[in-house]
């Protein structure tokens, strides 16, 4: 089945640092790969997300690069700030659309915080 | 932007009684409501999908009469955990989703915190 990797936290940088959350997965076929983020009491929001090998997703000052030959999609983001802090899942899904497209594994979820 | 309301957000009860969690989606129509549950220091865990008006379908290893799921509108899901016992204490987390939207957007609610004593 399915399954995805994550980095274990918690990780704590200072800000401006340069952060990396690694995020490995195995799956059948060819999944989709998403980063969602969960700031305190609030629900789960989409980071990014890239449907194929090379792509990169990007927002907010993140990135994350699908690697099919390493099966990886780390997340990256070159200047934390203590905004960022936060807790992140990485996902995949085995389809791009349709009702697959909610079907999610996820990582165990990586707590993030950043000092001043 | 789309949101999705789930309450209660934390809720304690004693062994045997039943629990109620609600997802409301407010601003667009959760034509599809997925639902998860997270244990501690583990990954979420999809539990089922419940199209609006349709019977959910479970995962595997999931008892669809424990955790009983109604989806009769577009605007509300609820999932029931009956005679909840200590082990069903949990995380629980829906997130809606539009399919006639073409957005392929989920929206997650806040979570539910289950703690039965």
């Known amino acids: 089945g399915n399954s995805v990797t994550q980095m274990e936290g918690p990780v704590t940088l200072s800000e401006e640092a340069f952060l990396t959350i690694n995020c490995t997965y195995t799956?059948?076929?060819?999944?989709?790969l998403f980063w969602y983020v969960q700031y305190p009491g609030e629900g789960l929001q989409l980071l990014l997300k890239?449907?194929?090998?090379?792509d990169k997703g990007s927002n907010k000052g993140f990135e994350a690069t699908y690697r099919k030959e390493t099966t990886s999609f780390h997340l990256e983001k070159g200047s934390v700030q203590v905004s960022d802090s936060a807790v992140y899942f990485c996902?995949?899904?085995?389809?791009?659309?349709?009702?697959?497209?909610?079907?999610?594994?996820f990582g165990q979820g990586t707590i993030l915080t950043v000092h001043p | 932007g789309a949101v999705v309301s789930q309450h209660p957000s934390w809720v304690i009860c004693k062994s045997g009684t039943s629990v109620k969690i609600e997802c409301r989606s407010l601003?667009?129509?959760?034509?599809?409501m997925f639902w998860y549950r997270q244990f501690p220091k583990q990954s979420l865990m999809l539990m089922a999908t419940?199209?609006?008006?349709?019977?959910?379908?479970?995962e595997q290893g999931v008892e669809k009469d424990k955790f009983l799921i109604n989806h009769a509108s577009l605007t509300l899901s609820t999932l029931t955990v009956t005679s909840a016992h200590p082990e069903d204490s949990s995380f629980y987390i829906c997130?809606?989703?539009?399919?006639?939207?073409?957005?392929?957007?989920?929206?997650f609610g806040a979570g539910s915190r289950l703690t039965v004593l």
């Open positions: 996902a995949l899904s085995e389809g791009a659309g349709g009702t697959s497209y909610g079907k999610l594994t």
């Open positions: 601003d667009f129509q959760a034509t599809t």
């Open positions: 799956a059948t076929g060819y999944p989709s």
């Open positions: 419940s199209n609006e008006g349709s019977k959910a379908t479970y």
């Open positions: 890239a449907t194929k090998a090379d």
């Open positions: 997130s809606g989703w539009d399919r006639y939207s073409g957005a392929n957007v989920l929206t």
